[in-house]
Structures are given as structure tokens and as C-alpha cells.
């Protein structure tokens, strides 16, 4: 059993920059790669960015390319997504999950465990 709490969420204004953190507890997570997914009202889950838990592989979004950025912290079996230059349309629930493997996908079946989400707003 994995479990992930996301904290970092808040008001931001348009230009503005949160942090998002994915601390992850239970098993060990060597083979797993962590993911962030956000949903914004009356929109579906999309992904946004995922890295490997050994950190070899990193993919974002075209969407959030050269703003958003995914690292890690093992130390602190922490996941983070730094998010600058925000935008009013990045306004979702944000959730990191967990995907058994090294591989890294955007595809929301292949993530067996999902954190409660942090919600982000940003105004124009």
C-alpha cells in the first residue's frame, strides 16, 4: 500500500508561482514513478508531469512546458511540481498518484494510488 498527502495549494495571482509537494509513505517506492494530474471544473483528469522515483526520466505537458518543473526529494520520499508563471487556466484540484514501474506514462489506469488532491486557483 502506497499512501500520498499533496499540501501546497492556495491563491495565486496570474504570473504568480506555488509549489506542490507529494509526500509518499508505505511501501518502498524504488519502482514506482509519481505523476501529476489536475482537474479543472467541468473538465476531465489530464496529466501534467511525471518522474521516476530514481529520477532517470522526467516528462511534462506540453501545456505547462517551461513553466511547471517535477522533482524529487528520496530523502523525504517527496515529489515536487514548482509551477511559475501561472496562468488562470492552471486553476484545477491537483493530485500526484503512484505507477508501479520505471516507465513513465500519462495514462491514468496505469497509477494504482492517488493522493486526496490540493486545489490551485489563479486570478487574472
Known amino acids: 500500500q502506497v499512501h500520498l498527502v499533496e499540501s501546497g495549494g492556495g491563491l495565486a495571482q496570474a504570473g504568480g508561482s506555488l509549489r506542490l509537494s507529494c509526500v509518499a509513505s508505505?511501501?518502498?517506492?524504488?519502482?514506482?514513478?509519481i505523476g501529476w494530474f489536475r482537474q479543472a471544473p467541468g473538465k476531465e483528469r489530464e496529466f501534467v508531469a511525471a518522474?521516476?522515483?530514481?529520477?532517470?526520466?522526467?516528462a511534462h505537458a506540453d501545456s505547462v512546458k517551461g513553466r511547471f518543473t517535477i522533482s524529487k526529494d528520496g530523502a523525504k520520499s517527496t515529489v515536487y511540481l514548482q509551477m511559475d508563471n501561472l496562468k488562470p487556466e492552471d486553476t484545477a484540484v491537483y493530485f500526484c498518484a503512484a505507477s508501479l514501474g520505471e516507465k513513465l506514462t500519462a495514462i491514468q489506469r496505469m497509477y494504482s494510488y492517488w493522493g486526496q488532491g490540493t486545489q490551485v486557483t489563479v486570478s487574472s
Open positions: 508505505g511501501r518502498t517506492f524504488s519502482r514506482y514513478a
Open positions: 518522474i521516476t522515483w530514481s529520477g532517470s526520466s522526467i
